[in-house]
């Protein structure tokens, strides 16, 4: 991902993406295309506000591609699940569903013709 792109990203969820050492993100931070930035602003600003609200324990993980697919995952530092746990995992479950349907180099919807991440990795 473009670093001025990830640079807005961590700008909109300072709190949640203060990865901790041990996770992979901490090192490699975004792990993804272009493409899929829109997505992961608008679900980062959700889960920011989620987070502050609730002062909640809970950080990102890891935000890759597997298999052309979107993999984002957090870790809750908490036993109970507070109120907002659900909420947090609820946006994250349908980013990556989202992401299913959007292309990761150029962010328009993926038509069956579509196939600029074929071409854009030969
Ligand atoms: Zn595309």
């Not at 961590?10 to 993406?17: G, I, Q, S, Y």
């Not at 997505?39 to 002062?55: D, F, H, K, Y």
């Not at 292309?103 to 579509?114: I, Q, W, Y």
Request: aromatic share 10%; charged share 30%.
């Amino acid at each position: 991902m473009r670093l001025d792109l990830e640079q807005r990203l961590r700008e909109a969820a300072p709190t949640f993406l203060d990865a901790n050492k041990d996770v992979p993100f901490f090192e490699r931070g975004f792990e993804i295309g272009d493409g899929w930035f829109d997505l992961l602003l608008s679900a980062l600003q959700r889960i920011e506000q989620l987070v502050t609200v609730g002062n909640l324990p809970v950080r990102v993980s890891q935000i890759k591609t597997k298999f052309d697919e979107l993999r984002f995952y957090a870790k809750p530092n908490y036993v109970e699940p507070p109120p907002g746990h659900a909420e947090i995992f609820d946006i994250i479950r349908e980013t990556e569903r989202r992401a299913l349907h959007t292309c990761r180099d150029c962010g328009v919807e993926k038509a069956r013709s579509h196939n600029c991440s074929r071409l854009s990795n030969a």
